[in-house]
Each structure stands twice: as C-alpha cells, then as structure tokens.
Nanobody, 122 residues
Framework: QVQLVESGGGLVQAGGSVRLSCAAS????????MGWFRQAPGKEREFVAS????????RYADSVKGRFTISRDNAKYTVYLQMNSLKPEDTAVYYC???????????????WGQGTQVTVSS
C-alpha cells in the first residue's frame, strides 16, 4: 500500500507558482517530520525542504530559500510545498518523504511518495 501520494505538479512558465501536496495514508505519519526532494534528468535526488512533525521548524536547500515554503496541515494528514518565482532549473520530479525527526527526514526518510513532475518553461 502507498503511504504518501503527491499531487499538484504540472507545467508552469518561469516566474510562476505551483503548490504541491502530499497526503499520508497512515495516522502514524501525521506526527512525522516531512520533506520534499527532487530529481532532475541526469541528476541525483536532492533535498529541497523539510518540516517538523508539529510544523514549527523548517529547513530549506539554499537553492530554494526565499522562493519555496513548506507547510503542513496535520488535521488533513497533508504537507505542502508552495513554489514561487519558479525557474527552469526547478524542473524535476518532486518526491514527498517522511521520517521520525526533522534531521532524519533530510538524510534517510522512511517513506517515499511516487513523485510528481514539475516542468518550468522559459
């Protein structure tokens, strides 16, 4: 059974915005730290952002600071990634992940989503 499901990806022009969603299917994951990763063609998967179980702490990759915002709604078992001022280099498959702590999810997540494609055109 799938534990995390991403949605919201698509095609957007440079400078535009997209909001990704990741829904957890297990109640246990409601209190897990959550994160977003991405993988561009020919590149390794990289960390994008993460948020603590309670939503009070966040981390961002330098490449997205000031442009992306991670948030969560635990009542809905959902984490979001608001992506603004998108650049062509943001084009990638974006994956949702979950782990027991903020640090753990950024290093070795326990759960992964299937990914959603985000394509930014110039």
């Amino acid at each position: 059974q799938v534990q995390l499901v991403e949605s919201g990806g698509g095609l957007v022009q440079a400078g535009g915005s997209v909001r990704l969603s990741c829904a957890a299917s297990l109640r246990t994951l409601r209190n897990y730290a959550m994160g977003w990763f991405r993988q561009a063609p020919g590149k390794e998967r990289e960390f994008v952002a993460s948020i603590s179980g309670g939503g009070l702490s966040t981390r961002y990759a330098d490449s997205v600071k000031g442009r992306f915002t991670i948030s969560r709604d635990n009542a809905k078992y959902t984490v979001y990634l608001q992506m603004n001022s998108l650049k062509p280099e943001d084009t990638a498959v974006y994956y949702c992940a979950a782990g027991p702590t903020l640090i753990a999810v950024g290093r070795s997540p326990d759960y992964w989503g299937q990914g959603t494609q985000v394509t930014v055109s110039s």
